[in-house]
């Protein structure tokens, strides 16, 4: 299985309180165009596990948008985030084709810069737009007041194409007071009912409290990391895709 990625550079330094706050941190640009999975069904060479179900229907497309901890930051493409969320719908039964768009590095007004050029270089307009922003605002001391006004940037361009939108929250770290901590955790949810998108609070909330999957950095999941995540969010992800019916008459 093969999927788009972008390229990464070194980790930057920075505060243990910051990296309990898991920020995502590096900075790129990106590599190769996505390349598109196979569609044949999914095999396993495992006697005792139960076959998959089988992948059918039209292809779902989705964006995964966001920073290193979408960009795969120190494993390898396939272990990245968007490859083992393509490959746990596609286990379910959903014909998923993920492409990654994260970049290390980018702030949510990064994000906001590259949003409309990362849309229309898509040959098909997605299914589900996965929006995962907001660690490296964080890192780089943004006022939340920054983060909401790019996120509403993000949110306006997404609803003007009518592209469902599914936002992945974080959390401020304590040390940050309980003001910033509030309007930072809080934009998410806001946003979320103010659009109509799908939402999940703290997306990192299934392994943050368990520093053994997490790289040495303490920043970055480590592969089992990242497949917990992927275990403890495909279900919600499932659930943001549209209809089939409601997908064909947006694309009509």
């Known amino acids: 299985m093969r999927i788009g990625v972008w390229s990464k550079k070194p980790l930057i330094a920075f505060t243990s309180a910051m990296a309990l706050a898991l920020a995502a941190c590096g900075g790129e640009t990106p590599a190769a165009d996505p390349q598109r999975s196979g569609n044949g069904d999914i095999t396993t060479s495992n006697p005792s596990v139960s076959a998959p179900v089988p992948v059918e229907g039209p292809e779902r497309r989705l964006i995964a948008f966001g920073d290193s901890l979408f960009a795969g930051y120190n494993v390898a493409p396939e272990d990245s985030y968007p490859a ?116 999940i609070p703290f997306w990192l909330e299934e392994i943050y409290q368990e520093p053994e999957l997490f790289q040495s950095d303490r920043i970055h999941p480590t592969e089992e990391g990242i497949e917990r995540l992927v275990a403890a969010t495909v279900e919600r992800v499932s659930a943001a895709l549209p209809q089939d019916d409601e997908s064909n008459a947006a694309a009509n």
């Open 84 to 199: 083992k969320l393509q490959d746990a719908l596609r286990e379910s039964g959903i014909n998923a084709f993920v492409v990654n768009a994260g970049i290390s590095g980018d702030t949510s007004a990064a994000g906001r810069q590259r949003l409309a050029f990362t849309l229309d270089a898509q040959e098909e307009k997605p299914d589900l737009f996965i929006l995962e922003l907001g660690g490296n605002d964080l890192l780089r001391g943004l006022s939340p007041d920054e983060t909401r006004a790019n996120f509403v940037a993000m949110l306006d361009e997404l609803k003007a194409r009518e592209i469902p939108v599914l936002i992945m929250g974080m959390r401020a770290p304590p040390n940050y007071g309980p003001e910033y901590q509030q309007a930072f955790d809080g934009l998410y949810g806001d946003l979320a009912r103010e659009y109509g998108a799908a939402y």
